[in-house]
């Protein structure tokens, strides 16, 4: 594996799967779509997840999270792997956070869980569909400054997942800052962005992201190159999106973009590629609704 591809996919597998348990959003539901160019291929993934804050202290709480993926990875292009048949994978989170406030506006959070991801053909999870994840980190806040300096928030932690196969834990980090009433911008992973906020109602910004998915194939896909066990996709692209704020709780946004890296792959099951099915980049949309704090 190159070396860049390596640390987009473990950038990918281990922020872009606390990033947004780590924001304000409590709930969400998006929808996204994006063909395969030069090819007859496509991917589509519906996505929800929620946050449940339960108070147990002044500013301490429990965090109950719930995620589901649907993907449909169809894939047409002629070739020798005849036997890849199976297009529909699903993803299950079910994890527990926990998050206090400390000294000097900053705050400590963690959280632990386990996934099942999984073509599930044989109609229930087994051993190897299962997958542990956590995750601590420290938050610091300063987005309601009462001396007049610009808003900002630093994020910095590690996380940790068997879904990568990596026997130890990998840094996070993100910082946002407001650089005046319309104009703000984040730095890091799993996205960075700089956004302009027309009114309370209308926001534009541009973007570069990462996206992705992996999952267990239940029924083991021999391949020239060996035997295909993981279905594993590295998605990095940019472009511009819109968001409107129905409330200042309430918001739909639309993505558009064009990847940078298009990585759709199977592994064996040390990690190692076996077959490529796509890396052509190609057209990148999201769409969906959220409800934040």
């Known amino acids: 594996m190159k070396i860049t591809r390596l640390i987009f996919v473990m950038v990918m597998l281990f922020a872009f799967a606390k990033a947004d348990a780590q924001g304000t959003d409590l709930f969400r539901a998006e929808y996204t779509y994006f063909p395969q160019r030069k090819s007859d291929n496509s991917f589509r993934r519906f996505r929800t997840f929620a946050n449940v804050p339960l108070k147990v202290a002044e500013g301490s709480y429990i965090v109950p999270f719930f ?57 229930r999870a087994k051993g190897d569909d299962y997958f542990l994840t956590a995750s601590v980190y420290f938050i610091k806040n300063k987005k309601d400054r009462e001396d007049g300096g610009k808003p900002w ?35 890091g992973a799993p996205k960075m962005n700089l956004k302009y906020s027309f009114n309370e109602k209308h926001e534009a910004q541009l973007y570069a992201r990462l996206d992705g998915f992996y999952a ?23 472009g511009p999106g819109y968001q409107y704020n129905f409330t200042k709780h309430i918001s739909a946004y639309v993505y558009a973009g064009f990847t940078f ?33």
């Open 67 to 123: 995620e589901y993926r649907n993907v449909h990875l169809l894939f047409r292009d002629d070739s020798s792997l005849t036997s890849f048949n199976t297009d529909r994978y699903e993803s299950i989170e079910v994890s527990l956070g926990y998050t206090f406030p400390m000294k000097n506006d900053w705050r400590f959070g963690s959280r632990g869980g386990v996934i099942a991801a999984s073509n599930f053909d044989a109609g």
């Open 153 to 187: 928030r630093l994020v910095v932690g590690v996380q940790y997942s068997t879904t990568a196969g990596r026997p130890f834990p990998l840094p996070y980090l993100n910082y946002y800052r407001e650089i005046n009433d319309q104009l703000s911008f984040t730095l």
């Open 216 to 238: 267990n194939i239940q029924n083991d896909v021999p391949t020239a190159n060996g035997l295909a066990e993981d279905v594993s996709m590295t998605i990095a692209m940019y």
């Open 261 to 293: 890296i298009n990585d759709i792959r199977l592994r064996n099951d040390a990690g190692d590629d076996v077959f490529t099915i796509n890396d052509t980049n190609t057209f990148y949309s999201r769409a969906g609704l959220k409800f934040k704090i």
